[in-house]
């Protein structure tokens, strides 16, 4: 695995695309997104979601197993057999896969996912403390014993 960001890789990928002709501008027209969001997914202040992770790879002409963890198409995934699996899967099964993910999640889940792989870090951190926030005052009765005579 590289040592590298997932964005730093992006970046090459884009750099690389951009020595094709395809600039930012054409790449995020043809994700349906703005220029300044695959802007921000290259300087790593968001993520893409799942969809668009994917649909970006196929405009790169790259492997989401480069992009995410630094693996090139002929270098084995040692370390995770679901990886492994997945990466033996035809580019047609693959996107079968991506659609069956996609469509276990209802829209406003698919919605959620998206917006949270959006934030930063540390916004992802404070989103999940508040949804425990908000889960344990819901729900008082969990996180007391009651003693009853």
């Known amino acids: 695995m590289s040592n590298q ?18 600039t930012i501008e054409k790449i995020s027209y043809a994700l349906g997104v703005k220029q300044g969001t695959v802007s921000n997914w290259k300087a790593g202040r968001r993520e893409p979601s799942f969809n668009q992770m994917r649909e970006l790879c196929e405009e790169l002409g790259v492997s989401h197993a480069y992009i995410l963890f630094g693996e090139l ?11 492994k699996s997945i990466s033996r899967l035809t580019p047609d099964q693959q996107n079968m896969l991506s659609s069956l993910i996609s469509n276990a999640l209802s829209e406003s889940e698919q919605d959620l996912l998206d917006k949270y792989g959006q934030l930063n870090t ?23 014993t009651i003693l009853r005579c």
């Open 122 to 144: 540390n916004n992802q951190a404070a989103l999940l403390r508040l949804a425990d926030n908000i889960i344990e005052t819901q729900n008082p009765q969990k996180n007391h």
């Open 73 to 83: 198409d002929d270098e084995p995934i040692k370390d995770n057999p679901l990886l």
């Open 5 to 22: 960001k997932w964005n730093e890789r992006l970046a090459i990928a884009l750099n690389n695309a951009k020595k094709k002709g395809k």
